[in-house]
T-cell receptor
Framework: RKEVEQDPGPFNVPEGATVAFNCTYSNSASQSFFWYRQDCRKEPKLLMSVYSSGNEDGRFTAQLNRASQYISLLIRDSKLSDSATYLC????????????FGAGTRLFVKA | DGGITQSPKYLFRKEGQNVTLSCEQN?????MYWYRQDPGQGLRLIYY???????QKGDIAEGYSVSREKKESFPLTVTSAQKNPTAFYLC????????????FGEGSWLTVV
């Protein structure tokens, strides 16, 4: 089983739709969580950190469920510019820190 | 400007040649990383370094080598032993510790011709 798993998609949604992605992690030593966005042929960029209490940044909401070991990303009122691959990132603390990337979920927002 | 600089952005290599990809950061980050990404795939860790003069193999280190002689620099050499080197290479860095965001350079595209 992969340490971090994401549905690869693609998710095809119309503009204005709400879309949600989940990411599951297997190691209970997972300590920090992030969502990154990667555009085609570009480097990943931090979208938002994920806090235990959940957090929101404009149209984006991230949540963490430690009991079920997953994090989620909700995008409201999707824009064409939201089309990208969304990467789930987990930092483990197992004596040293280890950063693990999910393979990403592809989102296409259509007019 | 603070950040991570990778060079070259595009590189063509003949079979049997070694090539070195440069990565420099001025963020004063302790840890640096090299990832490989193939089309439509996720990131795979090649090597990482948490401190100067020390580095560890990642998941796909075979055919690659690195050095960390300075905190700011973490060059990656793709050797002739790497049989399928055509890929997008990403250098990244962060401060060690939980919650510390990882930042990426713009990447280097390597093509074997």
């Amino acid at each position: 089983r992969k340490e971090v798993e994401q549905d690869p998609g693609p998710f095809n949604v119309p503009e204005g739709a709400t879309v949600a992605f989940n990411c599951t992690y297997s190691n209970s030593a997972s300590q920090s969580f992030f969502w990154y966005r990667q555009d085609c042929r570009k480097e990943p960029k931090l979208l938002m950190s994920v806090y235990s209490s959940g957090n929101e940044d404009g149209r984006f909401t991230a949540q963490l469920n430690r009991a079920s070991q997953y994090i989620s990303l909700l995008i409201r009122d999707s824009k064409l510019s939201d089309s990208a691959t969304y990467l789930c990132v987990v930092i483990l603390n197992t004596g040293g820190f280890k950063t693990i990337f999910g393979a990403g979920t592809r989102l296409f927002v259509k007019a | 400007d603070g950040g991570i600089t990778q060079s070259p952005k595009y590189l063509f290599r003949k079979e049997g040649q070694n090539v070195t990809l440069s990565c420099e950061q001025n963020l004063n980050h302790d840890a640096m990383y090299w990832y490989r990404q193939d089309p439509g795939q996720g990131l795979r860790l090649i090597y990482y370094s948490q401190i100067v003069n020390d580095f560890q193999k990642g998941d796909i280190a075979e055919g690659y080598s690195v050095s960390r002689e300075k905190k700011e620099s973490f060059p990656l050499t793709v050797t002739s032993a790497q049989k399928n080197p055509t890929a997008f290479y990403l250098c990244a860095s962060n401060m060690q510790g939980a919650g510390n965001t990882i930042y990426f350079g713009e990447g280097s595209w390597l093509t074997v011709v």
